[in-house]
């Protein structure tokens, strides 16, 4: 298995920009998480689906962040307009049914830098 | 609410030292328990996970943590650091509780230095 893919890697943009970042989860895993790390504040998790369905937005900070999950193989975490406070590693992980048990896989995460 | 606490936000040790990284945590039910490992520039790696059993348990790269329920801490250690142990180590609590959803709660995070 490849892993949990995320892309890009990097992404410089500017502020008021619009951003998307893309993940695939392992096939045969049910959650997805999106999490943020900052030196500032750490591992923040973002948003979490299960089957595809969002179950706990509570962490995304704003209006300007949403997160979508359109099949089981492919979710995007998008922020529109950029600010540069948004600068941050944004990482995905994915989980089997039962993941608090097995723990997460995570991806290699996007470096977003907004200038 | 469940929480973790990571003592030490930054852990130097010689190479050849004995690895000692603590993790507490607060749960109202026996938890699961996790260390994960973050290389510079990479994404969290799964060292090792407590969920029933032996309360001993063993990781990858010579890793191993013990659950104390008396003193809720699940402390990561390596009898002998190498230099390749440099890195972010998180500790990460769920709570064994029939909730329909899976959540895993991230402490702050150690970083570790080993110095040659």
């Known amino acids: 298995d490849a892993g949990v893919i995320q892309s890009p890697r990097h992404e410089v943009t500017e502020m008021g920009q619009e951003v998307t970042l893309r993940c695939k989860p392992i096939?045969?895993?049910?959650?997805l998480f999106w999490y943020r790390q900052t030196m500032m504040r750490g591992l923040e998790l973002l948003i979490y689906f299960n089957n595809n369905v969002p179950i706990d937005d509570s962490g995304m900070p704003e209006d300007r962040f949403s997160a979508k999950m359109p099949n089981a193989s492919f979710s995007t975490l998008k922020i529109q307009p950029s600010e540069p406070r948004d600068s941050a590693v944004y990482f995905c992980a994915s989980s089997p049914p039962g993941g608090k048990v097995y723990g997460y896989t995570f991806g290699s995460g996007t470096r977003l830098t907004v200038v | 609410a469940q929480s973790v606490t990571q003592l030490g936000s930054h852990v130097s040790v010689s190479e050849g030292a004995l690895v000692l990284l603590r993790c507490n945590y607060s749960s109202s039910v026996p938890p699961y328990l996790f260390w994960y490992v973050q290389y510079p520039n990479q994404g969290l790696q799964l060292l090792l996970k407590y969920t029933t059993g032996a309360t001993l348990v063993k990781g990858i790269n010579g890793f191993e943590a013990e659950f104390k329920k008396s003193e809720t801490s699940f402390h990561l250690t390596k009898p002998s650091a190498h230099m390749s142990d440099a890195a972010e180590y998180f500790c990460a609590v769920s709570d064994e509780a029939k909730t329909s959803y899976d959540k895993v709660i991230f402490g702050p995070g150690t970083s570790l230095s080993v110095i040659p």
């Open positions: 096939s045969g895993h049910d959650y």
